[in-house]
């Protein structure tokens, strides 16, 4: 158990949907990030937010939002969903700034559209 | 753009012997390069790191080198065990940022 924890591990959803993912980071952590995997993909990251607040933006579609709650979980929300958003959704967290640490990652969850 | 690659998606090793993942980066502005690795159904977890000022960074059986003049990193485990085969990520944190960019992963297979 890494620490962070991620709801739900599975969902599969049809297209136009929308659904939410759920994020608690590990305990002291105060940056939350999102990444995507998609199939044969490394991991490509989406949006990272540092105490509630949004810090940096990456390949993330208009279609998908995020944010970052006072109790320091967050959600990532993806709305219209397209056959092409099924893949692996990774949130990781960090006490501050990256360094040679790195993040801890949670499990993932897997969301396929179908 | 692909600023982190790993152009090898698989290699097959021997048990006890060395095992070298490669990785290569197009910018120069990377404060650290680390390892990840990942097993099925689980989240990615730190292996080891390197800050962009030195060459050498070595915590037991895993040794990261980096090339700056080439700009390429590898690491090697030595000796493998079955217990390493896993996808390993390479990533680099840009300078004044904090998030990792990821190349796509090497899949290590250690057979006995």
């Known amino acids: 158990d890494s620490g962070v924890t991620q709801t739900p591990k599975h969902l599969i959803t049809a297209t136009g949907q929308r659904v939410t993912l759920r994020c608690s980071p590990r305990?002291?952590?105060?940056?939350v990030y999102w990444y995507q995997q998609s199939l044969d993909q490394g991991l490509q990251f989406l949006i990272q937010?540092?105490?509630?607040?949004?810090?940096a933006k990456g390949n993330i579609l208009e279609r998908f939002s995020a944010q970052q709650f006072p109790d320091l979980h967050s959600e990532l929300n993806l709305s219209s969903l397209e056959l092409g958003d099924s893949a692996l959704y990774f949130c990781?967290?960090?006490?501050?700034?990256?360094?040679?640490?790195?993040?801890?990652f949670g499990s993932g969850t897997r969301l396929t559209v179908v | 753009d692909q600023q982190v690659k790993q152009n090898s998606p698989s290699l097959s090793v021997q048990e006890g012997r060395i095992s070298i993942l490669n990785c290569d980066y197009t910018?120069?502005?990377?404060?650290?390069f680390l390892w990840y690795k990942k097993y099925p159904a689980e989240g990615p977890t730190f292996l080891i790191s390197?800050?962009?000022?030195?060459d050498k960074n070595e915590d037991g059986r895993f040794t990261v080198f980096l090339n700056k003049s080439a700009k390429h990193l590898s690491l090697h485990i030595v000796p493998s065990q079955p217990g390493d085969s896993a996808v390993y990520f390479c990533a680099a944190t840009p300078y004044n940022t904090d998030k990792l960019i990821f190349g796509t992963g090497t899949r290590l297979q250690v057979f006995p």
């Open positions: 305990s002291g952590d105060l940056s």
């Open positions: 937010y540092y105490n509630g607040e949004e810090r």
């Open positions: 390197i800050s962009s000022i030195k």
């Open positions: 910018n120069s502005m990377f404060d650290y």
């Open positions: 990781a967290s960090s006490v501050a700034r990256t360094g040679p640490y790195g993040y801890t």
